[in-house]
């Protein structure tokens, strides 16, 4: 069985209220979920005003909550032990790191003028951690989606998705794009969310065709350089842009950066072809979607996974040997297109198949992967789903 089930998110939400119970003795009043998310195309982008094509997987983190009388958040998650956080003065980072994204979210409410009661919580999951399916935007929107709840207020949708992301800077100190938390937020069943990360606006596209199905690889590696590596990412587009005398890479030609190429220097030259090169990839690809023309996406994603690897130098072994093995399968075998999908440097892949060669293309990616690395991948297909929700 090469292919994973996604719990269902009636189980997920039963485990978070019993946990909430044998943690805390408490009964749940409010139930939070919100999903990780797949990006197709359209990567190392949304931080350069570009498009970007994610959408809402069925893996969840959901928690579960009730007030208590104390002014403190007390919060636990799996066999973490339960951490307190005061309410009475505005949230600050610190120990344990993965209490700040309740911290940081706690904190984007009171900035807004909420006075945040008491609760206790308990948080179970189904979104691999760091394995570039966005486990960390899927809590702080989870959380986002929990305090509206304990609050009874709604927040904007948009504002709310911005408020997570300004957490994930903030207090888990990763200088994101706007994909994670717009797609953990916006996800809508059978739809992709396309990002207008320069409007910051959000445009849902159908994707329901039954014969395809989009297979997700985690490669089961996470590199270390993934923490400086990102912000180096973001600091060499940054360099780029300001080189090439422009506001916006929107602005931007291919010819542009061709012709600047020994002042750009290396690797800035190469980074900047990247997020020209992605920018137009998503765009052509959005296009194909709508005209229904999904044999185009494969040499899109095809060449987004190169322009990672050589040009962005986000990928790694593991990451090429998964990438390696679908497209050695080939169109003939069933595969449209495969990339790597998320930040890089390990965490998962993204194939786009046929829905009736599914089975037998996750047996192969599993077989072959574990083969030349060793190591057992976990392998999932995912539908768009619904994005951050009360339960
Ligand atoms: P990714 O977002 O790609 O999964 P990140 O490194 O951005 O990887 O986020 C992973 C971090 O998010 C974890 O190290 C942890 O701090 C936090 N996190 C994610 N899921 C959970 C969870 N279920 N319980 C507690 N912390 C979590
Ligand atoms: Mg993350």
Redesign the pocket.
């Known amino acids: 069985m090469p292919l994973q089930i996604n719990p269902p998110l009636a189980d997920l939400a039963d485990d978070a209220v019993a946990a909430l119970k044998s943690t805390f003795d408490q009964d749940a009043t409010v139930t939070a979920a919100a999903p990780g998310r797949v990006n197709l195309i359209g990567e190392h982008i949304d931080y350069c005003d570009g498009f970007v094509m994610p959408f809402a997987i069925d893996r969840y ?1 959901v928690i579960a909550a009730t007030t208590n009388d104390l002014s403190v958040a007390r919060v636990s ?2 066999d ?1 032990p339960p951490v307190s956080i005061p309410l009475r003065e505005p949230a600050t980072p610190g120990e344990p ?2 209490a700040n ?1 309740f911290r940081g979210v706690i904190r984007g409410f009171q900035d807004r003028g909420h006075t945040i009661p008491g609760f206790d919580a308990t ?1 179970v ?1 189904s ?1 691999p ?9 899927a ?1 702080e929107c989870a959380i986002a989606t929990l305090l509206e709840g304990l609050l009874d207020t709604v927040l904007d949708t948009r504002e709310k998705a911005l408020l997570c992301q300004k957490a994930e800077h903030d207090f ?1 100190g ?1 200088p994101c794009g706007i994909m994670d938390q717009f797609a953990s937020a916006f996800g809508q069943t059978n739809k992709l969310v396309l990002i207008d990360c320069q409007s910051g606006e959000p445009d849902l596209v159908p994707f329901e065709n039954p014969d395809l199905t989009v297979l997700i690889a985690n490669t089961k590696v996470h590199h270390e350089l993934s923490d400086g590596g990102y912000a180096a990412r973001r600091k060499a587009t940054e360099d780029g842009l300001a080189m090439l005398g422009k506001d916006s890479w929107r602005d931007v030609t291919l010819a542009d950066v061709e012709q600047a190429w020994d002042r750009l220097g290396d690797p800035v030259n190469r980074r900047s072809r990247h997020v020209v090169g992605e920018i137009a990839r998503t765009v052509a690809a959005a296009k194909a979607l709508e005209g229904n023309d999904f044999e185009a996406l494969g040499p899109l994603m095809s060449a987004s996974h190169d322009s990672l690897r050589d040009d962005f130098e986000v990928s790694c072994k593991e990451l090429d040997i998964m990438v390696g093995i679908a497209r050695a399968i080939g169109r003939s075998g069933g595969v449209i297109g495969a990339r790597m999908t ?2 890089g440097f390990g ?1 998962s892949t993204v194939t786009l198949c046929e829905s009736s060669q599914a089975e037998a293309i996750a047996s192969t990616l599993a077989g072959e992967y574990e083969k030349a690395t060793g190591i057992v991948p976990e392998i999932f297909a995912s539908r768009p789903s619904q994005g951050a929700h009360l339960i």
Do not use: M, P, R, T
């Open positions: 983190i998650s799996g973490e790191k993965w994204y948080v999951s979104v951690l760091g394995a570039g399916l966005s486990s960390s935007a809590l888990a990763v998320g930040g965490g």
